[in-house]
Every structure is written in C-alpha cells, then in structure tokens.
C-alpha cells in the first residue's frame, strides 16, 4: 500500500519516549491490576470530559453492557439503537436480556434520527442508546427533550467520539453515562484493549464498578454476581500519555477531513460526510458512492487502503436476522451498500492526503486518470 488505511506504528514512533517512560514506570511498579494509573487516568479523563466520574473497564462494549445492567435494565425492557451502527451497541442491551429497537438514521449524518425516536417508544421502553457515529456527535438537544418527556435514561454510545463537544459540552456528559471504547485505532486508543465509562451519577459508577469487579467491593466478598472486566495498569498508563495529545491530534483529522471535502466537493456521484467542525473529530472519514464496491476496486488497484463501516447492518447480521424479520430498516441497508471510509489518521502527510484525493477524482473522471497514467510514466521513466 502507498497509502494504508491506518498506520498504528506511526502511533508509536511519534510518541515513542513518552511511552517507553509509562512502560517503564508501569512494569517497575509491580502493580498491573487496580493501580495509581488507572486511578489517575480515571481522574483525568473524566476532568477532560466533563464528567464527574470516570471508570475504567475491559473495552467499550463492557461499558455499554454494564451501564445497562447497572441501571436495572433486563428481560421485558426494550432500548431504542441505531439501526446503523457497530453491532456492539445491540450486543450490549441483548447481553442484558433487553431488547434493541431500532430507529433508522438521518441520511445527511447517518446518525440515529431524532424525528423517528418517539414513534418507536412504547410502554416497555426504557433507555435510548445515541451513538456517535464515525466521529459526528448524534443531536442530542432534541433526543434529550424526548427522553425526558418519555422518563427515559439517555446513554451515549461515545466510542468514536473522544473528544468531540458541541455548545462547550464534551461527548461523555451528554446524558445519564456514556460507554467509551479505546481500541487502538479510536481516536484515543490503547496499545491493546480498554473501555471506560463516564457519568455524573455517583451511585451509577459505583454499581458498575462493582459490576466489573465480580461483585465484589471489597477482596473475596461477593455481593452479587458479577463480571471481570477491569482497565489494567499497562494500558491506563498509554492512555495518560495519549490524553495528552487528543486535541491536537482531533484538530489535524478535521484539517485533513477539510482537505478531503475541498479536493472531493465536485466529484460526480460522490457523497460527502457532514461537514467539519468542533462536534465531530472524524474518527472515520466515511464518503457514499452507488458504485461503491468499484470505486474501493479501484483504489486498492492504486495502493489506497480502505474499509466499509459497515458492510452489514446488525438487523441483517446473523446473530439478529431472525429477530428482527419485521424491522426491514432500509436506511441502515441503503447505507451499508454505499458507504466506504477513506484513510483517515492524524498521522496522515499531506502527500498521503492528496494521493488519496487525486486516486478518487480518477475514478470519477477517466481522463483524469489517463493524464495522471501519462505524468506517472513519465516519471518513472526518469
């Protein structure tokens, strides 16, 4: 590839003394599993966002899942999803016995739509899960006034949305919690796997605490059954390091995203996403186009890393097929034939960027691509 889809070592290389030094500090310490580093990143990040509380947790579908159980949420409620998103978002209320029901997205932001909402809410409903898609905080105004009319709880689906904020608040302190995923290649990712949830209800993060520690408040005595699912040491000592850097590393995603939407704004068929600014850090920069599978051909063929988020909804996944058979949801369908994610990283150079722009305009425009075929030639020819 001339240009991969993400490159996790340029991660590394650009941060590599600061974490050598947490790798260091970690391992001298002797403490891997409830440490001062996960208590310090959980200080800190919870500061960042705005949140009174932060705790650290297995990864971000562990966050989901215990914010819902913690909350009393189980067999008989039904929560309302996306019906275009990552499957963890369902997998989290089916973990708990619930039921996900799904509300189609916005076209323009692919987010979950706030004017279909309250037509899917019915005496069972209990929660509303807003997930962050691709970086574009979900509208959470009116989503907030609808949850409230209904007494319902509110859960933001945060994982791809480190550190975008609309109106000065933060995605982590948009509702009653928020599950975040730090896989490595979010926004803010760790060199392994993590999660973490943030809210300003103390008991809430008290009970999920406890939740993610076998039931267990206190060494060997279990109050009630309960699940491993911790942030270690290792990884909370990364994620302080990257903390650091988040805005930064925010600010050059969206330069690239307005590069990508300046040097794509005229290209035949294409869709873009919705623009740039501060609520969305453009975890992904994710284009439409009818004849997606052959534009991404096309690329590959010139050495453009790509993905489809996602290839296939979670009502026509396997594991929800035969659950959902009335819930056509043909938005989610549409998008999920259409949608292709360009590379997007803030480690991107500007070359890397306009090879990208210059393939996808040669697709478009053939005799683009024959010019472009002439000048390569010749170049090489030298």
């Known amino acids: 590839m001339s240009v991969g889809f993400f490159d996790l070592a340029a991660t590394y290389d650009a941060l590599a ?4 030094d947490a790798y260091r500090r970690v391992m ?21 966002c705005g949140a009174a509380h932060c705790v650290g947790v297995g990864n971000g579908l562990d966050a989901l899942h215990l914010i819902l159980r913690a909350s009393g949420i189980g067999p008989g409620d039904e929560v309302i999803v996306p019906s275009n998103t990552f499957i963890a978002t369902w997998l989290a209320v089916s973990f708990c016995g619930a039921v996900p029901v799904p509300v189609e997205p916005d076209v323009a932001s692919h987010a979950i739509d706030p004017l279909a ?11 509303i899960i807003a997930v962050h898609l691709y970086g574009l905080l979900a509208d959470m105004t009116p989503i907030r006034e609808i949850a409230r009319r209904h ?3 509110l859960f933001e689906d945060a994982a ?6 609309r109106d000065g608040r933060m995605a982590g302190a948009l509702g009653d919690a928020a599950g975040f995923s730090f896989y490595p290649t979010k926004n803010l990712g760790c060199l392994g796997d993590g999660g973490a949830v943030t809210t300003d209800d103390a008991a809430l993060a008290t009970r999920i605490r406890l939740l993610g520690n076998y039931g267990s408040p206190v060494k060997y005595q279990h109050v009630e059954q309960g699940f491993n699912s911790r942030l270690d040491e290792l990884q909370a000592a990364f994620l302080r390091v990257k903390l650091r850097h988040l805005d930064s590393w925010n600010a050059r995603r969206s330069a690239i995203a307005r590069r990508y939407a300046d040097g794509l704004r005229s290209c035949p068929e294409l869709s873009l996403p919705h623009p740039a600014g501060p609520d969305h850090v ?10 997606r599978d052959a534009l991404q051909a096309f690329l590959t063929s010139r050495g453009i890393g790509t993905m489809i988020h996602y290839p296939v909804p979670p009502h026509l996944s396997e594991a929800y097929r035969a659950e959902m058979p009335k819930r056509p949801c ?13 590379p997007m990283a803030p480690h991107m150079t500007t070359a890397a960027v306009e090879e990208v722009i210059d393939a996808v305009l040669c697709f478009a425009k053939p005799e683009l691509l024959r010019s472009s075929d002439r000048i390569l030639t010749a170049v090489g020819a030298k």
């Open 117 to 127: 909402i309250e037509a899917a809410i019915t005496p069972r409903t209990r929660a």
């Open 330 to 342: 043909p938005t989610a369908a549409r998008l999920a034939a259409e949608v292709l994610s360009l």
């Open 28 to 48: 001298r310490s002797g403490r891997f599993i409830h440490g001062g580093e996960v208590e310090a990143f959980e200080a800190e990040f919870a500061a960042y």
């Open 17 to 20: 003394d600061e974490l050598d």
């Open 282 to 291: 453009h975890h992904q920069f994710v284009v439409r186009h009818k004849r």
């Open 160 to 165: 791809q949305a480190h550190g975008a904020r």
């Open 151 to 153: 007494s319902l709880k």
